[in-house]
Every structure is written in structure tokens, then in C-alpha cells.
């Protein structure tokens, strides 16, 4: 079940003057959770309680991020790759990681851990990436759209961007990333509008003809069984009966159908109801 709670506290450690706050879960073999940009250990909370059995989980905030204490003085050049790399060296050092090391990776904590397996090469056993950066892009490797995005953070503007209009990346790229968050809340819309039209559809229908619902049904009871035939004179008796507007269920006999029969009734509520989804099912194989 996913979680939003933290299950664990953050311990904390002095490496090159600042103050790093990790997570220590576990005994064993190094497992190192490294988190992306922006974010922090806490995108780990719902997967270190499911691997902290067999292995000693390690999943820092990065510095300047999370709960890690911020660079002082800071400017343009702060927060590079090179610096970044140094914390981390020093923080796996302090906290003895030398061998037999797993390493969880995603986004920008994915270029820091690649690197640090490719110059450790001895000390890792495997690493788990997602979203990753696997090796260094040129701008023409990018796609257009994810060019200009990250285009759009490199001018001298893109402070002011990120810090005073909270944007990260281009406006046409916030603009697709909202729409993409919002479209499975539209899609329910569409399809709650496209159910309410059907409905009322069907209602208006006229009834079907009594000699298609006796016809359905006596083949039904001499057969014991749906077949397609019966199946399709079922469907449109169905399709022609009014859904009632508080349970979504068929009416009682007498309120639908001209002449429809309680036996009717009863007989899809006790066999159809299953009988009609399995040869719809199998129909469509």
C-alpha cells in the first residue's frame, strides 16, 4: 500500500563543513538509494521498508536538498555536478561503503551514482536506475521538446524563473506537463458525459416487441444455456428496458418492456448476469 507517511527518522552527519541527513534502515551489504532533482530520500519511504530486510539501506538528501543543510554563499556556480560528486565521495566514505554495494538510482541522482560505480568499480554488485542519465546527451540527442525545457533553465533569467515564478522549464513545457496531470481527470469527465448521453439513448428507444423477449427466453429455458443468437435478442431487450436513476438496475416486470414476465426478471438476475459475460468474452476472442 502506498504510503505518504515517513516510517523512519533522518540521521544526520557532518561531511565537508555541512551537515547531511541520510536514512539508515537495516544490516547487510550496502544498498544506496539516490534521489533526483529536486526531491529528497523521502521518494524512497514506500521502497526501503520492502528490501531493508536483506541489506543496510543508505539513502542521504542531497546537499541543498531534503533536510541537508544548504551551500553557504551560493551563486551561479554553486550546486555543479563536481560538487555534488564531492559530498557524496565523502559521505559513502564516512559511512564505509567499500564493497559489495547496491545502487538505487533516479534522474540526477542516477548521473552521481554511474559515476561513482564507474570510479568504484570494485565496490558495486549491481545498480537499479529509473529515469536515468545513463551517459552524457548533446542537445541534438535531446527531444525538441525536452531540449527547450532544459535549454530554458541555462540562461541568466532561469533564476529568476525557478525562484519567482516557481516554473521549471519553459511555459510550453509547464503548460503540457499540467495538462498531462490533468488528463485522467478529464478523461472520467468524458466518460461519466458519454455514459449520461447513452443513457438517455437508450431510454428514449422504444420498447422491444414482446415476441423478441418470449422468443429469448424460450430458447433460453429449452436450451439451459446462452447462445449467440439468444445473446443478441437479450442485448437489445436490454438496450430498449430504462436504467432506473437510483440504482443503475432494470425495473421490475411491468414497469419496462410491454408484457415482459417476472419469470423474465428473475431468470437474468439469477443465470444471465454471468452466462451473457462469458460469451461476450468469449465472442470477442
Known amino acids: ?3 505518504v507517511a515517513i516510517p523512519y527518522h533522518k540521521r544526520r552527519l557532518q561531511i565537508l563543513g555541512s551537515e547531511i541527513a541520510y536514512v539508515e534502515v537495516g544490516e ?3 544498498i544506496v538509494f539516490l534521489h533526483g532533482n529536486p526531491a529528497s530520500s523521502y521518494v524512497w519511504r514506500n521502497v526501503i521498508p520492502a528490501v531493508a ?3 543496510r539501506c543508505l539513502a542521504p538528501d542531497l546537499i541543498g536538498m531534503g533536510d541537508s543543510d544548504k551551500l553557504p554563499n551560493s551563486g551561479p556556480g554553486s550546486y555543479s555536478f563536481i560538487e555534488y560528486r564531492r559530498f557524496l565521495d565523502a559521505l559513502l566514505e564516512t559511512l564505509g561503503v567499500f564493497q559489495r554495494a547496491t ?4 534522474d540526477w541522482g542516477s548521473a552521481l551514482g554511474f559515476d561513482w560505480a564507474n570510479r568504484h568499480r570494485d565496490a558495486v554488485t549491481g545498480i537499479v536506475y529509473l529515469e536515468a542519465l545513463v551517459r552524457p546527451l548533446s542537445w541534438d540527442e535531446f527531444q525538441e521538446r525536452r531540449g527547450e525545457s532544459c535549454q530554458a533553465l541555462r540562461p541568466p533569467g532561469a533564476e529568476a524563473m525557478l525562484l519567482e515564478q516557481n516554473l521549471f522549464g519553459s511555459p510550453r513545457d509547464v503548460l503540457l506537463t499540467a495538462l498531462a496531470a490533468a488528463l485522467p481527470y478529464l478523461m472520467v469527465v468524458f466518460a461519466a458525459a458519454v455514459a449520461w448521453l447513452l443513457t438517455g439513448r437508450a431510454a428514449a428507444r422504444p420498447a ?3 415476441d423478441a423477449a418470449s422468443s429469448a427466453v ?3 429455458d429449452r436450451t439451459g444455456s446462452v447462445g449467440t443468437r439468444e445473446w443478441r435478442g437479450l442485448r437489445r431487450i436490454a438496450a430498449a428496458l430504462p436504467r432506473s436513476t437510483s440504482k443503475g438496475v432494470f425495473p421490475t416486470a411491468g414497469a419496462g418492456v410491454n408484457g415482459m414476465s417476472r419469470r423474465f426478471e428473475a431468470f437474468r438476475a439469477e443465470r444471465v448476469g ?3 459475460r462469458q460469451r461476450e468474452w468469449q ?3
Open 1 to 3: 500500500m502506498i504510503s
Open 218 to 220: 424460450q430458447a433460453i
Open 208 to 210: 422491444a416487441e414482446p
Open 274 to 276: 454471468v452466462t451473457m
Open 28 to 30: 547487510g551489504d550496502p
Open 103 to 106: 545502487l538505487v538510482v533516479h
Open 283 to 285: 465472442a470477442k476472442l
Open 53 to 55: 530486510g536483506p541489506g
